[in-house]
């Protein structure tokens, strides 16, 4: 099993930054994506970013150029910069990681994100 732990979310003003950060512990052998969702009341999951071991990195477009991720690969610890927040950027965020070889994903248990207007 593999564990994930967020730390790092909180409640800003509009145009404020947060530093996300995300450890795993555990099997966190084969692990080779990890990265971040986000979720809303009444809305489905959305992934925000994510990084492979390979350093492949992929971004929602409502985040590009905004938020910036980050991992340290041999500690399997995922990082998440948010800048510029937008009050539309208010969610549960949740850290993931995966294992690809055995179609697996862990999840955290999420770190709530409030940005005020």
């Known amino acids: 099993q593999v564990q994930l732990v967020e730390s790092g979310g909180g409640l800003v003003q509009a145009g404020g930054s947060l530093r996300l950060s995300c450890a795993a512990s555990g099997d966190i052998f084969r692990i080779n994506v990890m990265g971040w969702y986000r979720q809303t009341p009444g809305k489905q999951r959305e992934l925000v970013a994510s990084?492979?071991?390979?350093?492949?990195?992929n971004y929602a477009d409502s985040v590009k150029g905004r938020f910036t991720i980050s991992s340290d690969n041999a500690k399997k610890m995922v990082y998440l910069q948010l800048n510029s927040l937008k009050p539309e950027d208010t969610a549960l965020y949740f850290c993931y990681a995966k294992k690809s070889m055995y179609y697996t994903v862990y999840w955290g248990q999420g770190t709530q994100v409030t940005v005020s207007s």
């Open positions: 990084i492979t071991s390979g350093g492949t990195i």
